[in-house]
């Protein structure tokens, strides 16, 4: 399988890494991570296996890649935020 570049700089200064994302996630205590507005090459699915063990090596709750048309409902019970995808294909 052809290995599809994900890059480890964001190309700017108005952007987050995976890596990032997850360390900024864990200093403000966050119960859930979202990756939105992201800059790759190729479709979604194909690196998203990557983009979550990125996210994942600074962060340990839970994470998801959004997609285009992604609605996520945030509910919080005893203080703890959840996010879910309800994103239905077609």
Do not use: W
Request: aromatic letters at 4%; one cysteine or more; a positive charge.
């Amino acid at each position: 399988m052809d290995r599809i570049p994900i890059s480890t700089s964001t190309g700017s200064s108005h952007h987050l890494s995976p890596e990032q994302a997850g360390a900024m996630a864990t200093a403000v205590a966050a119960h859930a991570l979202v990756l939105t507005h992201l800059s790759v090459v190729g479709p979604t699915a194909a690196v998203e296996p990557t983009l979550l063990s990125r996210a994942r090596s600074t962060f340990v709750g839970p994470v998801t890649v959004a997609r285009d048309l992604s609605r996520f409902c945030l509910d919080s019970k005893n203080g703890a935020a959840s996010a879910r995808s309800v994103y239905k294909a077609n």
